[in-house]
């Protein structure tokens, strides 16, 4: 997950505000929501680290107004 969260950053300049678990949360002002990706935020999450590539990583990623399980 630190990797993902990593790679994220580098990629979209996006920091975490929280992580909970296994997910991270990131905010986003409203106005721009349609800049960012959620589709290549996923495909991030989802490239496995370097010193673990046959490792099988799963994720999911959605956009909302409000945290929520």
């Known amino acids: 997950m630190a990797d993902a969260l990593l790679r994220i950053e580098k990629e979209t300049t996006l920091l975490p505000v929280m992580t909970v678990h296994d997910e ?9 929501r349609t800049a960012v990706d959620v589709a290549r ?4 999450f989802e490239e496995p680290p ?8 799963a994720s999911d990623a959605k956009a909302t107004f409000r945290y929520g399980k």
Request: proline share 5%; hydrophobic share 55%; aromatic share 10%.
């Open 50 to 57: 370097l010193w673990a590539t046959d490792l099988p990583v």
């Open 41 to 44: 935020i996923k495909a991030l």
């Open 24 to 32: 991270a949360v990131y905010e986003i002002i409203h106005d721009q």
